[in-house]
């Protein structure tokens, strides 16, 4: 049978700067919908043009109370993860196509872990956070982990490299950039909600047991003075996302309003190590003043020196990364 087809129509009224929404909906084509016999109700809106104005007649509050969205369960947890959390139906799943979180062999693998670890516990078909969950989501700085809609970017770049439309040596930078600027957040986060001892899990028990090495606090107290004194260096410019001083430190050179803004670059830097250059103060004082930096002797997988002219540029998938063009 033919699908159903409705002639939807939005007006969006200007009051004081306010916007109010207004959709009509006419159904043209019954399609299906005559073989059940039912009849619509037709929601019309009256004429109208573009710019017209027009007198507000009334305004009147309603008091209405809004009703917890119902608990996932097996099946609607596994259709978020699909739809990368979109509330869409199965017709519309195509507009989507690419993005998703996780794949149809691994979804079920991952609420099965989220669940051995403590993190959601199951009642009946329900599934419900703990608060061990619902503290990481608090306190874990590295929130684009939480964010359906980055997840889902990157299974779709993953998808795009099986379509020819994206790269793997692209892809596999922009995660190490990610790897990188969130091991950093972590160590480095000045708001120390977080520790950065590792532990290890046990299914036995279900319990984290410590990794650590009874003679690591010595070192660790010793990382973290020579920390304090790399950040006292004086700043090399300004951020070019939210303004903020940009200071060396041990591992690279940081925006010091880094838990916000996320700008930063590592000396280890993969990417420029494919060139045999690692990031200097006078690249990265060159990039925050004028946007380039000039590079000489830069090494070309034919292994011949070139001179490159290096920009730090955030790409239309919303990562940091370089850009190299040869200095003729």
Same mark, same amino acid.
């Given at each position: 049978m033919p699908p159903a087809e409705y002639e939807n129509t939005e007006v969006k009224t200007d009051v004081n700067k306010n916007i109010f929404l207004t959709k009509g909906k006419v159904l043209k084509v019954k399609g299906y919908l005559e073989v059940y016999n039912k009849e619509e109700k037709d929601d019309l809106l009256p004429m109208m043009d573009k710019n017209e104005i027009v007198d507000v007649i009334e305004i009147k509050p309603l008091s209405k109370q809004t009703?917890?969205?119902?608990?996932? *369960?097996?099946?609607? #947890? #596994?259709? %978020?993860?699909?739809?990368?959390?979109?509330? $869409?139906?199965?017709?519309?799943?195509? $507009? #989507?196509?690419?993005?998703?979180?996780?794949?149809? %062999?691994?979804? %079920?693998?991952?609420?099965?872990?989220?669940g051995?670890?403590?993190? $959601?516990?199951?009642?009946?078909?329900?599934?419900?956070?703990?608060?061990?969950?619902?503290?990481?989501?608090?306190?874990?700085?590295?929130?684009?982990?939480?964010?359906?809609?980055?997840?889902?970017?990157?299974?779709?770049?993953?998808?795009?490299?099986?379509?020819?439309?994206?790269?793997?040596?692209?892809? #596999?930078?922009n995660i190490m950039n990610f790897i990188w600027n969130s091991v950093n957040l972590i160590k480095y986060d000045r708001q120390k909600k977080i520790s950065t001892e590792s532990f290890t899990y046990n299914a036995k028990?279900?319990?984290?047991?410590?990794?650590?090495?009874?003679?690591?606090?010595?070192?660790? *107290?010793?990382?973290?003075?020579?920390?304090?004194?790399?950040?006292?260096n004086t700043a090399l410019g300004k951020c070019p996302v939210c303004g903020g001083d940009v200071m060396e430190s041990e591992k690279g050179f940081f925006c010091t309003n880094y838990n916000n803004c996320k700008y930063g670059i590592f000396k280890d830097d993969k990417y420029l190590q494919l060139f045999k250059k690692r990031p200097t103060k006078t690249i990265v004082k060159s990039l925050l003043k004028k946007g380039d930096a000039k590079v000489k002797s830069m090494t070309g997988k034919d292994g011949n020196k070139f001179d490159a002219i290096l920009k730090y540029e955030k790409n239309d998938k919303g990562y940091y990364g370089w850009l190299i063009k040869k200095d003729s």
């Amino acid at each position: 049978m033919p699908p159903a087809e409705y002639e939807n129509t939005e007006v969006k009224t200007d009051v004081n700067k306010n916007i109010f929404l207004t959709k009509g909906k006419v159904l043209k084509v019954k399609g299906y919908l005559e073989v059940y016999n039912k009849e619509e109700k037709d929601d019309l809106l009256p004429m109208m043009d573009k710019n017209e104005i027009v007198d507000v007649i009334e305004i009147k509050p309603l008091s209405k109370q809004t009703t917890p969205p119902k608990p996932y *369960t097996e099946e609607t #947890l #596994l259709r %978020a993860m699909k739809n990368c959390g979109k509330n $869409v139906s199965d017709d519309d799943t195509t $507009v #989507l196509s690419g993005y998703s979180i996780g794949t149809s %062999a691994t979804r %079920a693998e991952v609420l099965k872990k989220i669940g051995q670890v403590g993190y $959601v516990s199951k009642k009946g078909k329900s599934y419900f956070i703990t608060d061990l969950g619902q503290n990481l989501v608090e306190i874990f700085p590295v929130k684009e982990l939480f964010d359906v809609d980055y997840t889902g970017k990157l299974e779709k770049s993953l998808s795009d490299i099986q379509k020819g439309q994206f790269t793997r040596k692209e892809y #596999l930078n922009n995660i190490m950039n990610f790897i990188w600027n969130s091991v950093n957040l972590i160590k480095y986060d000045r708001q120390k909600k977080i520790s950065t001892e590792s532990f290890t899990y046990n299914a036995k028990t279900k319990k984290f047991v410590s990794d650590k090495n009874p003679s690591s606090s010595k070192k660790s *107290t010793k990382t973290d003075t020579k920390t304090s004194k790399s950040s006292e260096n004086t700043a090399l410019g300004k951020c070019p996302v939210c303004g903020g001083d940009v200071m060396e430190s041990e591992k690279g050179f940081f925006c010091t309003n880094y838990n916000n803004c996320k700008y930063g670059i590592f000396k280890d830097d993969k990417y420029l190590q494919l060139f045999k250059k690692r990031p200097t103060k006078t690249i990265v004082k060159s990039l925050l003043k004028k946007g380039d930096a000039k590079v000489k002797s830069m090494t070309g997988k034919d292994g011949n020196k070139f001179d490159a002219i290096l920009k730090y540029e955030k790409n239309d998938k919303g990562y940091y990364g370089w850009l190299i063009k040869k200095d003729s």
